[in-house]
């Protein structure tokens, strides 16, 4: 083995020309390769300690996802119609479901949330015209209300500017800093301190209520990907997520329902014939009782209160989170057993609105990969074809010496391994140098859209010996797979007619 080493290093040296082609291919293949790799790491891992522990936590249960649509804890959309804004469901068997979690072991902390989207606007409503204004930088944001208990125990990150957290019970909020910027350049005005403004909801219920601001407050994470942020206490925020008590309790709607006008059709409802008459009356003066017609409006009424014990979500923080999907595994099943009307996911499921973007660009940058992967193992077979081809001299020489077809092909072989190995190395210290200065470049990027696109503000580039180790060997794997086919191509030509073509 050690004869075969030395002949292939010294035809190394010797084809100089080609040797630094093929290894430069190499070498800035496996440079870009790592270079997205470290991109896609950073900003996974930034992604999931952001959410983790500021927004999702581990864990998020919530009512099952309405058919044709998708949710996470920052809304719901559906897949069939884009010119409504579903609501999200409450959750039907939440005291069953707490009941559960009360039983389980590995729970650290827990807290129930209520998401919503929404509008702050200045008291000039009267005045505003949506379709004058630029909404793409409209101060909009999701309102979170969360138990009053636990919440801010589960996610103390927010960081007070100015003023302190909601009063429980009352329709004070606590406002982004970064929202305070947006209603400045919208609407021409500041946010104060104390003072009240309207909040619109984003639901086809066009909800509208007052609210006054108690505080403002930065993120945690500064460049965090996550958008603008109202907190507000429950009893304020249930109205805008639509949680009345037709929506928390509709199962228990009674099973008679008096159905009588369904049999009758537009024509039998708003016909001449209708009611018997055919001339004209004066309704005004028949005496006729038209609030009695609807009959008893008791039970509507009632469904259409807020529901002030409903919820979205209930979130969990878990002792080991290592074991998270194990845990999410576990609840599944439980609920799936007892029957109840419930779903728990991940943080990457309950984050789906931010991740999925994230792992579009991974697809785009795996997919970018095969198609480089792709070239380069072409342009490396080609080139060693061609190499190959130039020394079928050589190779008849040491057959007409004795050498067999296998010796050969460890030849060849050994020529690939080495100087794929040896660019690879190359190629991984040069995207190590270049990781080093990118990161502390500290680039940011301040868009809100492309910091949701890129994970975050904050760009940064993290090498993983796992993502090294995978690239070498798929690198060198595809290189040997390049050399099989030029060498068998020249291992085909008889020893004679090698010589004979070596010679010319």
């Known amino acids: 083995m050690g004869v075969i080493f030395r002949m292939a290093l010294r035809n190394l040296r010797e ?124 101060p909009v944001f999701f309102l979170f209300a969360g138990e009053n208990e636990t919440y801010f125990d589960m996610f103390p990150g927010q960081k007070i500017t100015e003023g302190r957290r909601p009063t429980p019970g009352t329709n004070e909020i606590l406002v982004d800093e970064r929202l305070k910027t947006k209603y400045k350049d919208f609407f021409k005005e500041d946010l104060e301190l104390n003072k009240t403004y309207l909040v619109a909801g984003a639901s086809a219920g066009n909800i509208l209520r007052e609210g006054v601001i108690s505080g403002f407050f930065r993120q945690e994470n500064e460049d965090t990907c996550m958008f603008t942020i109202v907190y507000a206490d429950p009893s304020f925020t249930r109205s805008f997520a639509e949680l009345t008590y037709a929506s928390s309790f509709a199962e228990e709607l009674p099973d008679e329902i008096d159905t009588s006008l369904s049999a009758f059709s537009e024509d039998d409802l708003f016909g001449d014939d209708f009611l018997g008459v055919e001339d004209e009356i004066d309704l005004t003066s028949t005496g006729t009782d038209f609030d009695a017609i609807l009959g008893d409006t008791t039970l509507r009424d009632k469904l ?157 580039l993290i090498p993983t010996f796992g993502s090294f180790f995978r690239t070498i060997i798929i690198v060198t794997l595809g290189s040997v797979m390049a050399c099989f086919y030029p060498v068998s191509m020249a291992l085909k030509i008889t020893p004679l007619k090698a010589l004979s073509q070596g010679d010319k």
């Open 15 to 138: 084809h100089k020309r080609k040797t630094t082609i093929i290894g430069l291919f190499i070498a800035f293949g496996v440079c870009i390769i790592e270079l997205g790799n470290g991109f896609i790491e950073a900003t996974t891992r930034g992604m999931e300690r952001d959410f983790r522990a500021n927004y999702t936590g581990d864990v998020m249960i919530s009512a099952p996802i309405p058919e044709g649509c998708q949710m996470d804890l920052f809304g719901i959309s559906s897949l069939q119609t884009i010119t409504e804004v579903p609501s999200i469901p409450a959750m039907m068997d939440r005291e069953k479901v707490e009941k559960i979690l009360s039983e389980t072991k590995g729970i650290k902390k827990q807290t129930k949330v209520i998401s919503s989207k929404a509008l702050l606007m200045n008291n000039d409503y009267a005045d505003f015209q949506i379709e004058d204004q630029n909404m793409m930088n409209a």
């Open 304 to 460: 259409n209160e807020t529901d002030d014990g409903a919820w979205h979500f209930i979130l969990l923080k878990l002792d080991n989170p290592a074991k998270t999907d194990e845990f999410v595994s576990m609840l599944e099943a439980r609920f799936q057993a007892e029957g109840l009307q419930a779903r728990a996911c991940n943080w990457k499921e309950a984050s789906g609105t931010f991740t999925s973007s994230v792992e579009g660009i991974n697809i785009l940058f795996v997919a970018l990969v095969v198609i480089l992967a792709v070239v380069v193992f072409i342009i490396i077979m080609n080139t060693m074809l061609i190499s190959i081809l130039e020394r079928t001299g050589e190779i008849g020489t040491m057959r007409a010496l004795g050498s067999d077809k296998k010796f050969v092909r460890k030849l060849f072989l050994t020529e690939s391994l080495s100087i794929t190995l040896f660019s690879a190395a190359a190629g991984s210290v040069l995207a190590l140098i270049l990781m080093a200065v990118f990161n502390e470049a500290g680039i940011k990027v301040t868009n809100d859209i492309a910091k949701m696109i890129l994970g975050g503000g904050a760009v940064n």
